[in-house]
């Protein structure tokens, strides 16, 4: 009896120090690995043509019809520079009601109702006035608004 008694003590030490040695190896291991990069999600970018060669361009409708001068604006710019607009995405989340880019929002009465469609429309006239091209006037938009 005594025999089996000294067994079962000495395997149980022996399990209790595996284990110790174990878990000290495993947390030594995680020390010295670096941590996984943590992947930023991709931010969602509303539709916009990035080449508008060939895409008929919607007519906008006219600015005198506006009273807020803002608005006028934005839509005076909007049947100047459809082009450009076209290849801008609008952060109003109207691609949820069919809008493939920003000029979108000026065909019907939307722009007017909607200070991310003005401010866009106005900030891309800015930066072209500037010189700036579709493209980088598109990346700044997109910077802007997915923060």
Same mark, same amino acid.
């Given at each position: 009896?005594?025999? /089996?008694t000294?067994?079962?003590?000495?395997? &149980? &030490?022996? !399990?209790?120090?595996?284990?110790? !040695?174990?878990?000290?190896?495993?947390?030594?291991?995680?020390?010295?690995q670096?941590?996984?990069? /943590?992947?930023?999600?991709?931010?969602?970018?509303?539709?916009?043509? &990035?080449? /508008?060669?060939?895409?008929? !361009?919607?007519?906008?409708?006219?600015?005198e019809?506006f009273?807020?001068?803002?608005?006028? &604006?934005?839509?005076?710019?909007a049947?100047?520079?459809?082009?450009?607009?076209?290849?801008l995405?609008?952060?109003?989340?109207?691609?949820?009601?069919?809008?493939k880019?920003?000029?979108?929002?000026f065909?019907?009465?939307?722009?007017?109702?909607?200070?991310?469609?003005?401010?866009?429309?106005?900030?891309?006239?800015?930066?072209?006035?500037?010189?700036?091209?579709?493209?980088? !006037?598109?990346?700044?938009?997109?910077?802007?608004?997915?923060?």
């Open positions: 009896m005594k025999i /089996v000294r067994f079962i003590v000495i395997l &149980a &030490a022996a !399990i209790v120090v595996a284990v110790l !040695i174990l878990r000290e190896t495993a947390k030594q291991r995680q020390e010295t670096a941590p996984a990069p /943590v992947e930023k999600p991709r931010a969602f970018v509303p539709p916009y043509y &990035a080449d /508008v060669r060939g895409v008929p !361009i919607p007519k906008t409708l006219p600015p019809q009273k807020v001068v803002k608005t006028r &604006a934005s839509y005076r710019v049947g100047e520079i459809p082009q450009v607009l076209m290849q995405p609008c952060y109003c989340w109207c691609d949820r009601i069919g809008h880019s920003l000029l979108d929002c065909v019907n009465d939307h722009g007017e109702y909607c200070g991310i469609c003005q401010d866009s429309a106005l900030w891309a006239d800015k930066r072209l006035k500037e010189r700036a091209s579709a493209e980088t !006037i598109r990346q700044e938009v997109i910077t802007n608004y997915s923060r």
